[in-house]
């Protein structure tokens, strides 16, 4: 089949965006300008609103990453922090490593590093809410496809999430056998290897085990004096397993999910004055695999999580009953040199004299949930009538028990205990929901849905030893709650067989929140709950005779009361406090192109600006001679009105193109993908050295798959941050420019074999 003529591919990319946006047909054009082509782009199936649909037919922001782009992301053994910037309006980072990672949709997120924070953005894997960040470090693999859905999803989902979900559905079971085996080996002796087989045990039930392992050898030196080591810290060893049953009788489906995790590895590795003072670049002797800390050899992160969940369906005659049952598990132990470097200590009776740079607060510590217990149930009914009205109502339960505790370690006497926190959070939650869905018409159908949540958090704290030289505190002990109803209102049009109009307006909240840091202080604070009400609309097209995609959307957003989180400031602890207003509106383009017979394309892009509106809202000014602040300081305070959301970069985009070519019996690919992040602010304050430079990351992935019986097989090379930017997207507030650096370039090769 002819190529499209090269000529006229920019003219009818242009065009197509702006037929997708005004709302016109394509068509016409595209049959003078294209030859018609076989192949197109297949039919996006997601359960945005908890029941089988057409990405293009759902009146919901909702993007989609699976086949070979989710693949090629996933290339360097990374932890699901590879999403960042590669859907529109998604960030992730983590102040932990592999662990932990905090998520940002439409620049809401939270920075809060505490173990009990909430946040916006809930993630739900299977169907199953992961509320505590420790459950959100999964590892990804046998996943079958990501979505995330923008926008307050209140209604239908879960716990907390004002912002957004991130939604993954891993591979199920079934009666065919199949399967798959992949190991790749890459820089710094990094070794990925995952698999999975699944089929029939009988005529009614199958099953699937999918495991994971990964290693990485430490790399980075430590040349502190007086520590000075070889690769003492940057390695890891995951180990992750799924098993799943899956029972299918003629009215009634079951299926049993247990999964467990095993991580033992190196904290994410601070830098001590890695920032040139009045600018936000890198220090001139930078090196990725060098560190200068006085506790690195006390370094480590260890977790290890489990679950499992048990999902009842009943098809009735007009209906659908579903009974999702789960319960979740977490422990972790992480402990790093958090000031990033030396001093403070003699050798030989001689004063060390501190570094890199002045370090004003040392500080070595930990934290750790040594017990975590997560229960959930859902039940709810949806109706499968044959005309205009349809519905799902439904319940909801969460139960959480959550011990933390805080350390913190005496850097200059060995890294004795000098400081211990324990902090005790249950948390009981309810919902009743329900959702409407009618079509007025052929080309008009309208959904409503309303939700009543209840939130009650109790909490106690309390403090041995502090690091300050402050005694014993007493248990502190406080209660939040709150109720709230959540609604929203959408509509989708079709304008003609290849365009969708939609609009929603939606309510959401997050409950009120809970903080007990107290190594270094005697307060617990406490933050409101938080609410949003979001506008949008937009247009999914297919255009090209179904070989481009263009999905475009407009929202405007408020929210009242929001949740912030001061860190650090004088000390290593975290201050909840509520934003009158914040504000956010912005624009996303998510679309696919099928350009040749060779070549497929994507190109998304979004743009978010936030802003605190609160006049009277401050924090305690950081006073240290390094440390440029730009907002307005008065009286020691900073005053953060007008300011952008920490974390929320104003611009995110993302481009990929594979190339498949026929060759021998096989067939050659070779892609790539640009991801850019704009910059952003790290803290709730703006200054010189915590704006974080714009992140712009390249891959490569190219190789040869072919097929022998029931087997394929494929053999690949590939490069992540193909350019070797390094930059810092992280930083520690109570020290002097102490900084996070991204990951650096990644080499490696695969072999994966699919059986059938």
Known sequence: MKAMKRSTLATLINATLFSAVAGTSFSSLAAQEAVKKSNQLEVIQVTARKRVENAQEVPVAVSALQGDNLDAYSSAGMDIRFLNAKIPSLSIESSFGRSFP????????????????????????????????????????????????????????????????????????????????????????????????????????????????????????????????????????????????????????????????????????FRANVIKPGTNELVDNFENDIVYQDAASRSTQQVESEGASLKLEWELKNHTITSISAWESAEIYSRADIDGGYGGFSIDDVPVAMGPGSIPFFNESADGI??????????????????????????????????????????????????????????TAWAVFGSVDYTFTDDLKVTAGL????????????????????????????????????????????????????????????????????????????????????????????????????????????????????????????????????????????????????????????????????SNLSIAAPNRPTLNITDPVVDGKVFLDGNNLPHAPEWISNFTLRYTKELADGNFFASGDISYRSKINMFLYESVEFEGKELIETGLRTGYTWSEGDYEYEVAAFVRNLFDEQQVIGAIDFNNNTGIVNEERYVGAEFKVNFF
């Not at 997560?374 to 009205?389: A, I, K, M, Y």
């Not at 319940?395 to 005496?410: G, H, K, W």
């Open 102 to 269: 905090r998520f940002y949709v439409r620049g809401l997120g939270n920075t809060d590093f505490d173990l009990n924070a909430s946040q916006p953005v809930s993630l739900v894997v299977d169907e199953v809410v992961q509320e505590n960040a420790i459950l959100k470090g999964f590892p990804v693999f046998d996943v079958e496809r990501v979505e995330v859905l923008r926008g307050p999803q209140g209604t239908l989902f879960g716990r907390n999430t004002p912002a957004g979900l991130v939604k993954f559905d891993t591979v199920k079971p079934s009666q065919e056998f199949d399967g798959y085996g992949s190991v790749s080996y890459g820089s710094r002796g990094a070794v990925d290897t995952s698999g999975a087989v699944g089929g029939a045990l009988t005529d009614r039930l199958s099953a699937r085990v999918s495991l994971l392992w990964q290693d990485k050898d430490d790399y980075i030196d430590n040349q502190a004096p007086g520590f000075e080591a070889k690769d003492e810290q940057g390695g890891y060893t995951e180990k992750a397993a799924r098993v799943q049953f899956l029972y299918e009788g003629d009215d009634f489906t079951a299926l049993l999910n247990y999964h467990t995790r095993d991580l033992d590895g190196s904290p994410i590795a």
């Open 370 to 427: 040594p017990e975590h217990d997560q229960l959930t149930q859902e039940l709810r009914l949806s109706s499968n009538f044959d005309g205009d009205l349809n519905y799902q109502v439904g319940v909801f339960y969460f139960d959480e028990e959550l011990t933390i505790e805080n350390f913190s370690y005496d850097t200059s006497n060995n890294g004795v205990l000098n400081g211990y926190v324990r902090q005790q959070q249950d948390t």
């Open 451 to 614: 939700r009543y949540s209840d939130d009650d958090k109790d909490f106690v704290a309390y403090r041995t030893i502090s690091p300050i030289g402050a005694g014993p505190l007493p248990p502190v002990k406080q209660n939040v709650s709150d109720d709230h109803i959540s609604w929203d209102l959408s509509a989708n049009y079709k304008i003609n067989d290849d365009i969708n109009w939609y609009g929603r307006v939606a309510n959401s909240f997050r409950a009120p929140s809970l903080q007990g840091r107290i190594l270094f202080g005697n307060d617990v604070t406490t933050a409101e709950s938080e609410t949003i009400t979001s506008y949008e609309t937009g247009i999914k097209s297919d255009v090209l005779d179904g070989q481009g995609r263009v999905n475009a959307t407009v929202f405007y957003y408020t929210m009242d009361d929001q949740q912030l989180t001061a860190v650090g400031g004088g000390a290593n602890f975290n201050r909840l406090l509520n934003a009158d207003k914040t504000t956010g509106y912005g624009f996303e383009l998510d679309s696919q192109w099928v350009l040749s017979d060779e070549f497929n394309a994507t190109f998304n892009l979004s743009y978010n600006k936030t802003e605190i509106k609160d």
